[in-house]
């Protein structure tokens, strides 16, 4: 893990403080396409759905005024847990930087039996599930300086290739899996509390903010809308675009997705009537999320590219461009100060949202598949493309890592 920069990584650095005339501007050549779905899509980029009715193609500098809530807590001051984290918050990029310097000691915890898909905390930060190659689901507890293995779920028949959480119930996740099927869990009797069957295998998934409904998107591009309450499907969407990434944004009356023409697809929500195709990268976008302050929201692409987007304008304020492969998993502290990225490069890029300096870089010895920074603490989950080297190079680790710990602990 580096902190600070050296000269050449100070020009890296100021470029990123930019903000972006294109969305491609000084685009690193694409080394290898990340997603291979098999869902491309002859139509023109910009085309939401199988209706083209109402749809507003424009580019990435339209402006359009969208109206925020004052009630929704999404659009809340980030929560502090205590006074040494609300000093963090109000911390300068520098002072970010030095607080690394002494807070960048790096653990990892063995969760699988074969590589980690996906991390994710719960809303109040005291449990971390993750999602495996080998079918099941781990639920990890916090406790100060390590992660402490709580549970195993075990149910689906193919592997767990994206999981979240209650938005607001902590003891609620949710698991979406090749085998046809999501799950819901529950914590506290460590159980499957609901199997709803979806039409393909699925591959992503989001827990609206209010926490009525859950959408999962499968490799057919279909995404299906689930009721939270009742478990019943309340309704699919079938795309005619390679679907990647899909998420509500904070004010719960929008939905977006990624796709494979390099667009963000905006629809409105619940009816959702396209809106919005924005021409975000010059190829495959996909991933993206959401700053929990409200004010951003962050795109990763193919082209080795982190976008970030104003959620009232709708325009791109500023590329980070540190990494050198497709973008697979960004992540927002929970200040919405910082924003990690990471790809096949062997590290992961933590940056100033504001200025889009390094704050540091967290080494990995192997691709990075996903990061979750902590909803309450500078503390930051990821998994890797890990082997057990110990004892046979070919055999994958599934181990969780946490990263941010101080260094004497």
């Excluded at 719960?122 to 080998?134: E, K, N, Q, T, W």
């Excluded at 075990?154 to 799950?183: E, M």
Aim: with cysteine; charged share 25%.
């Amino acid at each position: 893990m580096h902190t600070g920069e050296s000269t050449e990584e100070k020009q890296s650095s100021s470029a990123q403080s930019t903000p972006c005339s294109t969305p491609s501007s000084s685009p690193k050549q694409m080394r290898r396409s990340w997603f291979s779905q098999g869902s491309t899509s002859s139509l023109p980029a910009g085309d939401l759905s199988s209706s083209d009715a109402g749809v507003d193609k424009w580019s990435m500098f339209g402006p359009r005024a969208v109206q925020k809530s004052t009630t929704d807590p999404g659009n809340a001051e980030p929560e502090v847990c205590c006074g040494r984290c609300f000093r963090l918050s109000t911390m300068s990029v520098q002072e970010i930087q030095e607080h690394f310097k002494t807070n960048n000691k790096t653990r990892e915890f063995s969760a699988h039996s074969a590589k980690v898909h996906s991390v994710a905390w719960s809303c109040d930060g005291r449990r971390l599930a993750s999602g495996s190659f080998d079918k099941t689901a781990s639920v990890f507890v916090l406790e100060k300086d390590r992660l402490t293995k709580e549970n195993n779920y075990r149910g689906h028949g193919d592997s767990v290739d994206q999981l979240c959480w209650h938005p607001y119930n902590p003891d609620l996740f949710v698991t979406a899996s090749g085998d046809k099927t999501i799950r819901i869990w529950d914590v506290r009797n460590e159980k499957c509390i609901s199997t709803i069957s979806t039409k393909g295998e699925n591959i992503n998934i989001c827990w609206s903010p209010d926490g009525q409904t859950i959408a999962v998107g499968n490799k057919d591009d279909v995404v299906t809308f689930i009721d939270a309450k009742t478990h019943r499907v309340k309704g699919e969407e079938q795309f005619k675009f390679e679907v990647n990434e899909i998420s509500w944004n904070n004010d719960n009356d929008m939905f977006f997705l990624t796709n494979g023409n390099g667009c963000i697809s905006i629809l409105s929500y619940p009816d959702l009537k396209p809106i919005q195709s924005i021409n975000a990268h010059p190829s495959n976008c996909i991933c993206i999320k959401f700053d929990p302050t409200g004010k951003y929201f962050a795109t990763g692409s193919a082209d080795a590219l982190v976008s970030l987007w104003d959620v009232d304008e709708l325009v791109c304020v500023r590329c980070f461009s540190r990494l050198d492969w497709p973008v697979r998993t960004l992540s927002f502290s929970y200040d919405g100060k910082m924003l990690a990225s990471a790809s096949e490069d062997h590290f992961i890029d933590i940056a100033h949202v504001e200025t889009g300096e390094r704050i540091c870089e967290v080494q990995c010895e192997s691709p990075t598949f996903t990061v979750a920074w902590h909803p309450k603490k500078y503390l930051l989950a990821f998994a890797c493309d890990d082997k057990d080297g110990k004892y046979d190079n070919s055999r994958e680790a599934g181990t969780v890592k946490l990263f941010g710990l101080s260094n004497e602990c």
